[in-house]
Nanobody, 115 residues
Framework: QVQLVESGGGLVQPGGSLRLSCAAS????????TGWYRQAPGKERELVAG???????WYADSVKGRFTISRDNAKNTVDLQMNSLKPEDTAVYYC?????????WGQGTQVTVSS
């Protein structure tokens, strides 16, 4: 069983930065794809950024150049550095881990960008 625990959300002013962290249990982390999704009120959950086991990354167009995803296979963690935050980045952010066709989710962490 894989468990994902997110941390690092909060309230930040426009233009500010936050770093989200996701810690995974289990021994499959290094073989997995990991990513961060977000869901704003009234909207569907969307993929924000992802990183493969070989550290290939993918970003949604809306966050390219502002967000950076990174993983540490030794520590079983995947982080999302978010810079130049905008009000439209406000959402609940979820960590996701996929391996063998199975996806696991964290509980979510709230990010609010507001002045």
């Amino acid at each position: 069983q894989v468990q994902l625990v997110e941390s690092g959300g909060g309230l930040v002013q426009p233009g500010g930065s936050l770093r989200l962290s996701c810690a995974a249990s289990g021994r499959i982390f290094s073989m997995s794809w990991t990513g961060w999704y977000r869901q704003a009120p009234g909207k569907e959950r969307e993929l924000v950024a992802g990183v493969s086991g070989s550290s290939s990354t993918w970003y949604a167009d809306s966050v390219k150049g502002r967000f950076t995803i990174s993983r540490d296979n030794a520590k079983n963690t995947v982080d999302l550095q978010m810079n130049s935050l905008k009000p439209e980045d406000t959402a609940v952010y979820y960590c996701n881990l996929g391996v063998g066709g199975i996806h696991y989710w964290g509980q979510g962490t709230q990010v609010t960008v507001s002045s």
